[in-house]
């Protein structure tokens, strides 16, 4: 029986010689390592004097429906981390461009000796960590801008392995396995990378000692219901693999909050799994992590397959434009920005698309 389960046990059995029935959950450990989880009840018999016989009762695994309970709660609580983060990065990167713009324009105006320079170049420097910051944050949240478009895992090791070529040192090794005719996942590329990388450095420094990572890649077809949150279809399965230290697993649903981290203070921000999390939620898979102490850790990273056509299975193409016939009355468009500490209300209107969009593609550049 679990340590934690035990004294919860024995008050309900010395508590049913005196109310004649008991009910209790407890976690018992089976010969592969795992612990499943038990609902005992109880009753006493009585014959037909009063007097007691002995007690039937019932031993029911439940394991399964408590797993599931534990995954709608963590997701119910990842989803409101979610919107709660994303909220606040948002606002967060709108005081950050105001920061960084005024920045700018002071370097571009303002004459400055070297030390009033050496401060402001620090001061850029600190905003541009807090805007990589929030970029992570906006990544955990599903809510940053993605390019998804088909990516070949041959040009993605290829162009992961020249990046880690100085990082992983002489004490780690990398091996790729990947399937033959492996399909190609429909996402951005450039977090695809960024997610693997964050994954295979987490990997790395859970190996102190060295050893290697496994990185494997294959195609997987997912029925309805099999895997939580994923839709059914083709999907292209990314794994990295440790023999490292590993998590214990009270940790596991832990390791995907934001800053959260079990390494040391300064060695870890707690953000590059929450990332790669949201990258995969935002792009239509899923994320999976296995963790056992002692033996290392698995972490999967599950893609949608890119149709024949280059979209993918999972995701509903865009619309087709459609043609605006040059006869039809132009539009006006109105925008409003509306702060509530400015204290006033700044109305623009343009005539035309053109017009707008060269405003915004000015504003963007600024």
Not at 254 to 279: A, I
């Amino acid at each position: 029986m679990h340590p934690e389960d035990r004294d919860g046990v024995i008050a309900a059995i010395e508590a049913r010689k005196s109310n004649g029935r008991s009910s209790v959950e407890y976690r018992w450990l089976c010969a592969d390592g795992s612990y499943r989880h038990f609902l005992d009840q109880a009753v006493l018999l009585k014959d037909n004097e009063g007097r007691p016989l002995e007690f039937a009762g019932t031993l029911t695994d439940i394991t399964d429906q408590r797993s599931l309970e534990s995954q709608l709660m963590q997701a119910q609580k990842m989803d409101a981390i979610g919107k709660l983060t994303g909220g606040i990065a948002h606002d967060f990167n709108n005081l950050l461009a105001a920061v960084i713009g005024g920045l700018g324009i002071l370097e571009k105006r303002a004459t400055l000796g070297n030390e009033e320079a050496k401060i402001l170049g620090m001061t850029r420097r600190a905003a541009e960590q807090g805007s990589e910051l929030v970029r992570r944050l906006l990544a955990f949240a599903r809510r940053q801008t993605l390019e998804p478009k088909p990516v070949s895992i041959a040009a993605l090791k290829e162009s992961v392995s020249d990046l880690l070529t100085h990082t992983l040192g002489g004490l780690v090794s990398i091996e790729w396995e990947i399937t033959k005719d492996i399909g190609n996942p429909f996402a951005d590329r450039a977090q695809l990378e960024l997610a693997l990388l964050n994954l295979i450095i987490n990997a790395r420094d859970a190996m102190p000692d060295g050893g290697t990572i496994t990185i494997a890649a294959d195609d997987r077809s997912v029925s309805s219901g099999e895997i939580a949150g994923l839709a059914p279809g083709n999907y292209v399965r990314l794994a990295v693999t440790d023999t490292g230290t590993g998590i214990a697993t009270e940790y596991l649903e832990k390791v995907l909050e934001p800053f959260f981290t079990t390494k040391d203070v300064g060695k870890g921000s707690g953000l590059g799994l929450p990332m790669v999390y949201g990258f995969a939620k935002q792009s239509n898979g899923a994320f999976r992590i296995e963790s056992r102490v002692g033996r290392g850790t698995t972490v999967e990273l599950w893609l949608p397959e890119a149709s024949e056509d280059g979209a993918s299975r999972d995701v509903p193409k865009k619309s087709e434009a459609v043609a605006v016939d040059s006869d039809v009355r132009p539009l006006k468009i109105l925008l409003v920005d509306d702060h509530p500490k400015s204290g006033r209300r700044r109305l623009r209107c343009w005539k035309t698309w053109d017009t707008l969009s060269s405003k915004l593609r000015m504003a963007a550049r600024l």
